[in-house]
């Protein structure tokens, strides 16, 4: 959530929003140009709305399943593919 990031030799950081189907698959496309392939995946974004579900919006709702759901689905399944 800041912009400080590691600095070490290989590392190359991405701001990603994993909800986002063409971003997630551009990223992994990078990764597999400069690395070759991946030795883990880590799913480790997920939001969350501190509401009562009956006064939550379902722009919330849809939001959050968004990103915990469908981002783990998209990262993993372009993860897979390099792992292999």
Do not use: W
């Not at 800041?2 to 189907?21: C, I, K, L, M, T």
């Amino acid at each position: 959530r800041s912009a400080d990031h590691p600095q070490a030799p290989g590392y190359r950081h991405f701001e990603v929003d994993v909800a986002d189907a063409e971003a997630v698959r551009e990223m992994f496309s990078a990764i597999r140009k400069d690395a070759g392939g991946l030795d883990l995946l880590v799913n480790n974004a997920g939001i969350a709305r501190m509401n009562v579900v009956a006064l939550t919006p379902a722009a919330d709702a849809r939001t959050v399943v968004e990103t915990n759901v469908l981002g783990t689905f998209y990262c993993t399944t372009q993860a897979i593919r390099l792992l292999r």
